[in-house]
């Protein structure tokens, strides 16, 4: 395939100044909101180091100077990573909160995901292929009825269930088996990390542990996706090349599997890397009702001691993952369909 | 384009599934409306809690109390209610304001070209980006509790969507032959955006307002769930299963009292599911491939 | 002599909206081994209908009556289609836009593969060689193999599934307009293309058209359609020389000649819509010959041998 690289190229200095508006859009929100950006960005401390901790933050953000030298001095800090240290998780610098939660955030919408996405598909191609039928007169609705429940109160609903049928689904992993076996985690997924130091134990358990909450965040994908196959099937056996296909006498399998599926790879993945990052959202919401270690106990931590600061550099890292994964995905379609030159 | 919106809403109204979301649609508005008059105990909707709490604490559904009480004794039947209200009205505001302004800044962006189309479709791609729930999150450390804090956050994500879509369908329009004419023959640009370019993008973005509005209802439920828009004690759907997952006690609490997160949830589930099926139906219609019956015939 | 098609009083309709709109009302025809049939009408006469009635094509919202046989299958019975063995090995079809016929995703040696797996259970060396047999034979070479179809020109990509449809080895080519998406130049060497692979591997050829001029050099027969029926069929020579039908003679006059200098004349009028059912003949709007007896549907009126023509007036025939 001959790729010129001017697509990607073009798509990536987009990306980036998306990404810069985004940090600049980060830091105007400091601004407009009410009330002092220093002591908002000092996480409205009290007590004896106040007036020092507040004074560190008027210096950090250079409050004294223009608004345009404010803005880059605050890019500068963000994509440097020189953010501070967090108020919800005591010494720890910002950014390192942030990604170790979005980590083990990433992990579980990951395997929601992996979950979600052959479902959906098979459910999709199987009511779009028999329209009107009995199975397709089941699925259609039950996918709006999926795509339409509340994934938090499903997952409480869950928690409930294995609650009361004692099996402990709680937590990212059991303390006690962290304890036994000197589990510590370094990139915050917890399945990355017991692979990387071999600890089969916390691999399994964590594993588990995941699959309730995985299952309440997939729920939501299920049956959009579901309705996106419905439709980009029905589509696709509209194509030309397909009723020719069949005229030429080719079996009903090939003529799905690599006429209709193929055809709508590239729109399944599009559409199912735009709602990931809806899913993470769903996931943060999840996870505080599990009680699992993610970016949805860092924000009610940032809520129970106000920290502004990882506020707003939430925003910011989310915002940016999801012009990340679009980009991305972009890109991944362009390669993966032949009729856009690159 | 009256008429086509009324045949489309003529044929939506022989399937079973729309009328099954008309119908939860409009139990839903008579409810929000005649909330305060039905409920038994509307000051307890409202979040007051009642004198004899330890004798109330925590009751069972019964026929006093139909989906029983909450750990501050109130009537839950009351609160859930009383939170259509809430609901309702929180996604009006948040599809009305941001449709509005999505339709307005897409059609501008799309007339106007050069630099304001490049600007807006920049903020459009920014806010596009924005978790609600952070937004959310910043606003509520600085503004505190309340109902704005949810509506707010809403608005500045969704707008962006209505933008892109309403930018979509207007540069299209734009390059008709007879915009491009009236453009020459010099009518003013305010009427031929009220004349031409909105009537033509209306349509689809209505239909997408329709299928957004389970959507806001979820996301809105889901900000105040996790405490971060209205105070507790406010007849909020999301905010009661916040108060018996976070508040009231933790797991304990309801794994003893399962009755304080069933309901709430399967009337936050049927609003939705509603709003849904409406969406869905008037979509499908809109678009007629879909609406053919198929088989496996090769 | 082997029947290849077969039709009797053959209808077919879609299901829209609740309603049946029959696009194919009734046509009787006969279709010899080896000969080339045209069947030519303006859009929306049904043509197409029968070309995918005939490859087994129609949606599932197709409804049909009347029966159709290909060979020794029964395909269309009634209500009951059956096209198992039909499709890819009795029947095969070219497609009327080349460009959207292909499936983007695969290379041309992919869908040789896949045509051949289906039909033949041919593996993929297997199947290589046999598109190397047959590419040269539409004028191509085996180079086209690994490309991708929007990496072809528009005729290149017709001969390419003119090619798979030679693979298949059906006896039965239906060619559905395979002009009209094609550069004016490219035309006649398509329909000559068409012409040749047809006498060299004795195959039936029905070509689907409107367009009389280039197409009606290489067929045997013609069949006139018009309005979802057969109003003449004959041989070429009998039908373009001695039309019986005053639709053929109007068509030919609105078509130009080499070397003929003459008035073109349109045909007045539209041709009745497809969800009425008429009890006249169906042409008696546009005719200008119409009589009594016109307002109730002709027979099928046999002129000489293999000449037949759905006019009243055929065997006198006042427009010639």
Same mark, same amino acid.
């Given at each position: 395939?001959t790729?010129?690289?001017?697509?990607?190229?073009?798509?990536?200095?987009?990306? %980036?100044?998306?990404i810069?508006?985004?940090?600049?859009?980060s830091?105007?929100?400091?601004?407009?909101?009410?009330?002092?950006?220093?002591?908002?960005?000092?996480?409205?401390?009290?007590?004896p180091?106040a007036?020092r901790?507040?004074?560190?933050?008027?210096e950090?953000?250079?409050?004294?100077k223009?608004i345009?030298?404010q803005?880059?001095?605050?890019?500068?800090?963000?994509?440097?990573?020189?953010?501070?240290?967090s108020?919800?998780?005591?010494?720890?610098?910002v950014?390192?909160?942030?990604i170790?939660?979005?980590m083990?955030?990433?992990?579980?919408?990951?395997?929601a995901?992996?979950?979600?996405?052959?479902?959906?598909?098979y %459910?999709?191609?199987?009511?779009?292929?028999?329209?009107?039928?009995?199975?397709?007169?089941?699925?259609?609705?039950?996918?709006v009825?999926?795509?339409?429940?509340?994934?938090?109160?499903?997952?409480?609903?869950?928690? %409930?269930a294995?609650?009361?049928?004692?099996?402990s689904?709680?937590?990212?992993a059991?303390?006690?088996?962290?304890?036994?076996?000197?589990?510590?985690?370094?990139?915050?997924?917890?399945?990355?990390?017991?692979?990387?130091?071999g600890?089969?134990?916390?691999?399994?358990?964590?594993?588990?542990?995941?699959?309730?909450?995985?299952?309440?965040?997939?729920?939501?994908p299920?049956?959009?996706?579901?309705?996106?196959?419905r439709?980009?099937?029905?589509?696709s056996?509209?194509?030309?090349?397909?009723?020719?296909?069949?005229?030429?006498?080719v079996?009903r399998g090939i003529?799905?599997?690599?006429?209709?599926?193929?055809?709508?790879?590239?729109s399944l993945?599009?559409?199912?890397?735009?709602s990931?990052?809806?899913?993470?959202?769903?996931?943060?919401?999840?996870?505080?009702i599990?009680?699992?270690?993610?970016?949805?106990s860092?924000?009610?931590?940032?809520l129970?001691?106000?920290?502004?600061k990882?506020?707003?550099?939430?925003?910011?890292?989310?915002?940016?993952?999801?012009?990340?994964?679009?980009?991305?995905?972009?890109?991944l379609?362009?390669i993966?369909d032949?009729?856009?030159?690159? | 384009?009256?008429?086509?919106?009324?045949?489309?809403?003529?044929r939506?109204?022989r399937k079973?599934?729309?009328?099954?979301?008309?119908v939860?649609?409009?139990?839903?508005?008579?409810?929000?409306?005649?909330?305060?008059?039905?409920v038994?105990?509307?000051?307890?909707?409202?979040g007051?809690?009642?004198?004899?709490?330890?004798?109330?604490?925590?009751?069972p559904?019964?026929?006093?109390?139909?989906?029983?009480?909450?750990?501050l004794?109130?009537d839950?039947?009351?609160?859930?209610?009383?939170?259509?209200?809430?609901?309702?009205?929180?996604?009006?505001i948040?599809?009305?304001?941001?449709?509005?302004?999505?339709?307005?800044l897409?059609?501008?962006?799309?007339?106007?070209?050069?630099?304001?189309?490049?600007?807006?479709n920049y903020?459009?791609?920014?806010?596009?980006?924005?978790?609600?729930?952070?937004?959310?999150?910043?606003l509520?450390l600085?503004?505190?509790?309340?109902i704005?804090?949810?509506?707010?956050?809403?608005?500045?994500t969704?707008?962006?969507?209505?933008?892109?879509?309403?930018?979509?369908y207007?540069?299209?329009?734009?390059e008709?032959?007879?915009?491009?004419?009236?453009?020459?023959a010099?009518?003013?640009?305010?009427?031929?955006?009220?004349?031409?370019?909105?009537?033509?993008?209306?349509?689809?973005l209505?239909a997408?307002?329709?299928?957004?509005?389970?959507?806001?209802?979820?996301?809105?439920?889901?900000?105040?769930?996790?405490?971060l828009?209205?105070q507790?004690?406010?007849p909020?759907?999301?905010?009661i299963?916040?108060?018996?997952?976070f508040?009231? #006690? #933790?797991?304990?609490?309801?794994?003893?009292?399962?009755?304080?997160?069933?309901?709430?949830?399967?009337?936050?589930?049927?609003?939705t599911l509603?709003?849904?099926?409406?969406?869905?139906?008037?979509?499908?219609?809109?678009?007629p491939?879909?609406?053919?019956?198929w088989?496996l015939?090769? | 002599?082997?029947?290849?098609i077969?039709?009797?009083?053959?209808?077919?309709?879609?299901i829209?909206?609740?309603?049946?709109?029959?696009a194919?009302?009734?046509?009787?025809?006969?279709?010899e081994e080896?000969?080339?049939?045209?069947?030519?009408?303006?859009s929306?006469?049904?043509?197409?209908?029968l070309?995918?009635?005939i490859?087994?094509?129609l949606?599932?919202?197709?409804?049909?009556?009347?029966?159709?046989?290909?060979?020794?299958?029964?395909v269309?019975n009634?209500?009951?289609r059956?096209?198992?063995?039909?499709?890819?090995?009795?029947?095969?079809y070219?497609?009327?836009?080349p460009?959207?016929?292909?499936?983007p995703?695969?290379?041309?040696?992919?869908?040789?593969?896949?045509?051949?797996?289906?039909n033949?259970?041919?593996?993929?060396?297997?199947?290589?060689?046999?598109?190397?047999?047959i590419?040269?034979?539409?004028?191509l070479?085996?180079?086209v193999?690994?490309?991708y179809?929007?990496?072809?020109?528009?005729?290149m990509?017709?001969?390419?599934i003119?090619?798979?449809?030679?693979?298949?080895?059906?006896?039965?080519l239906v060619?559905d307009?395979?002009?009209?998406?094609?550069?004016?130049?490219?035309?006649?060497?398509?329909i000559?293309?068409?012409?040749?692979?047809?006498?060299?591997?004795?195959?039936?050829?029905?070509v689907?058209?409107?367009?009389l001029?280039t197409t009606?050099t290489?067929?045997d027969y013609?069949?006139?359609?018009?309005?979802?029926?057969?109003?003449?069929?004959?041989?070429?020579?009998?039908?373009?020389?001695?039309?019986?039908?005053p639709?053929?003679?109007?068509?030919?006059?609105?078509t130009?000649?080499?070397?003929?200098?003459?008035?073109?004349?349109?045909?007045?009028?539209?041709p009745?819509?497809?969800g009425?059912?008429?009890?006249?003949?169906l042409f008696l709007?546009r005719?200008?010959?119409?009589?009594?007896?016109?307002?109730?549907?002709?027979?099928?009126?046999?002129?000489?041998?293999?000449?037949?023509?759905?006019?009243w007036?055929?065997?006198?025939?006042?427009w010639?």
């Amino acid at each position: 395939m001959t790729i010129s690289l001017n697509y990607i190229f073009k798509r990536i200095i987009l990306a %980036l100044c998306v990404i810069v508006g985004i940090v600049v859009f980060s830091y105007v929100l400091i601004l407009a909101t009410p009330g002092d950006p220093a002591v908002k960005w000092a996480g409205n401390p009290r007590g004896p180091g106040a007036t020092r901790a507040v004074q560190l933050a008027r210096e950090e953000l250079g409050l004294d100077k223009p608004i345009y030298v404010q803005v880059a001095i605050f890019m500068y800090n963000f994509f440097t990573g020189n953010l501070g240290f967090s108020i919800a998780y005591k010494g720890l610098p910002v950014v390192q909160a942030i990604i170790t939660s979005f980590m083990s955030t990433f992990e579980l919408t990951l395997i929601a995901y992996i979950i979600s996405v052959p479902i959906a598909l098979y %459910l999709g191609l199987y009511s779009a292929l028999k329209r009107g039928g009995i199975f397709d007169s089941i699925i259609q609705p039950a996918s709006v009825v999926l795509a339409s429940t509340p994934t938090y109160w499903l997952a409480t609903l869950l928690l %409930l269930a294995f609650t009361i049928s004692k099996i402990s689904v709680y937590g990212t992993a059991s303390p006690r088996l962290i304890a036994e076996t000197e589990f510590n985690t370094i990139t915050g997924s917890y399945l990355l990390d017991s692979i990387l130091q071999g600890n089969v134990r916390v691999f399994v358990d964590s594993l588990l542990r995941m699959i309730p909450p995985a299952l309440a965040i997939s729920v939501y994908p299920i049956g959009a996706l579901t309705r996106l196959v419905r439709v980009l099937v029905a589509e696709s056996l509209l194509e030309d090349y397909v009723k020719a296909s069949i005229a030429l006498g080719v079996e009903r399998g090939i003529i799905i599997r690599h006429f209709v599926v193929r055809s709508i790879i590239p729109s399944l993945v599009q559409i199912s890397g735009l709602s990931f990052t809806y899913s993470l959202i769903d996931a943060m919401v999840v996870e505080s009702i599990f009680g699992r270690r993610g970016l949805g106990s860092l924000l009610i931590s940032a809520l129970n001691t106000a920290d502004f600061k990882i506020a707003i550099t939430l925003i910011a890292f989310i915002a940016i993952f999801y012009i990340i994964v679009n980009t991305l995905v972009d890109i991944l379609q362009a390669i993966i369909d032949p009729r856009v030159r690159l | 384009m009256i008429r086509r919106s009324f045949i489309i809403l003529r044929r939506s109204l022989r399937k079973i599934r729309f009328k099954i979301g008309i119908v939860i649609s409009l139990v839903a508005i008579f409810l929000a409306i005649l909330a305060p008059y039905i409920v038994p105990r509307p000051q307890e909707g409202l979040g007051y809690v009642p004198r004899d709490v330890e004798a109330r604490r925590l009751l069972p559904p019964s026929i006093e109390h139909i989906f029983g009480t909450d750990s501050l004794g109130r009537d839950l039947f009351s609160r859930v209610i009383m939170g259509t209200r809430t609901a309702l009205l929180q996604v009006f505001i948040v599809i009305t304001i941001s449709f509005l302004l999505g339709l307005l800044l897409g059609a501008i962006a799309a007339y106007l070209r050069g630099l304001v189309e490049v600007l807006l479709n920049y903020f459009t791609e920014i806010f596009m980006a924005m978790p609600t729930i952070v937004i959310a999150l910043v606003l509520r450390l600085t503004l505190g509790h309340g109902i704005h804090v949810t509506i707010s956050s809403l608005i500045m994500t969704w707008w962006a969507w209505y933008a892109r879509i309403a930018y979509v369908y207007a540069r299209g329009v734009v390059e008709l032959d007879y915009v491009i004419l009236a453009r020459l023959a010099g009518l003013h640009s305010l009427k031929i955006l009220h004349r031409h370019i909105v009537p033509n993008i209306i349509q689809p973005l209505i239909a997408q307002a329709i299928t957004d509005l389970g959507s806001v209802l979820l996301e809105a439920a889901a900000i105040n769930f996790l405490g971060l828009g209205v105070q507790p004690g406010y007849p909020e759907w999301g905010v009661i299963l916040y108060e018996s997952v976070f508040y009231g #006690g #933790g797991v304990e609490v309801f794994t003893q009292a399962p009755w304080l997160i069933v309901f709430p949830g399967v009337f936050l589930l049927l609003v939705t599911l509603g709003f849904s099926l409406i969406g869905d139906c008037l979509r499908e219609e809109i678009d007629p491939r879909l609406r053919r019956r198929w088989r496996l015939w090769f | 002599m082997v029947l290849a098609i077969v039709m009797e009083n053959l209808k077919v309709g879609y299901i829209i909206e609740d309603e049946v709109f029959w696009a194919v009302k009734g046509v009787d025809l006969v279709v010899e081994e080896g000969t080339t049939l045209c069947i030519i009408g303006e859009s929306g006469c049904g043509k197409s209908t029968l070309a995918s009635a005939i490859t087994g094509i129609l949606p599932p919202y197709a409804l049909t009556d009347g029966k159709l046989k290909l060979f020794d299958h029964v395909v269309i019975n009634g209500q009951l289609r059956n096209y198992n063995g039909i499709r890819g090995k009795i029947t095969a079809y070219i497609p009327q836009n080349p460009g959207t016929s292909l499936n983007p995703f695969l290379t041309v040696e992919e869908h040789f593969y896949y045509v051949l797996r289906s039909n033949f259970k041919s593996d993929r060396e297997f199947s290589k060689k046999i598109a190397m047999e047959i590419l040269p034979k539409v004028n191509l070479d085996s180079s086209v193999l690994e490309k991708y179809p929007h990496e072809l020109s528009g005729g290149m990509q017709q001969r390419v599934i003119i090619a798979l449809a030679l693979a298949t080895n059906a006896q039965i080519l239906v060619a559905d307009e395979p002009t009209s998406f094609i550069d004016a130049h490219l035309r006649l060497q398509i329909i000559e293309l068409l012409g040749r692979l047809q006498r060299e591997f004795k195959k039936t050829l029905i070509v689907i058209t409107h367009d009389l001029l280039t197409t009606s050099t290489i067929c045997d027969y013609i069949a006139i359609m018009y309005a979802g029926k057969i109003m003449e069929v004959g041989p070429r020579e009998k039908v373009l020389r001695n039309p019986r039908h005053p639709y053929t003679k109007m068509l030919l006059e609105t078509t130009p000649i080499l070397g003929v200098k003459k008035r073109l004349k349109p045909i007045p009028g539209e041709p009745p819509s497809l969800g009425k059912e008429y009890q006249a003949c169906l042409f008696l709007d546009r005719c200008p010959y119409k009589s009594k007896e016109c307002y109730s549907d002709p027979q099928i009126q046999v002129i000489e041998n293999s000449h037949f023509s759905k006019c009243w007036k055929a065997l006198e025939a006042p427009w010639l």
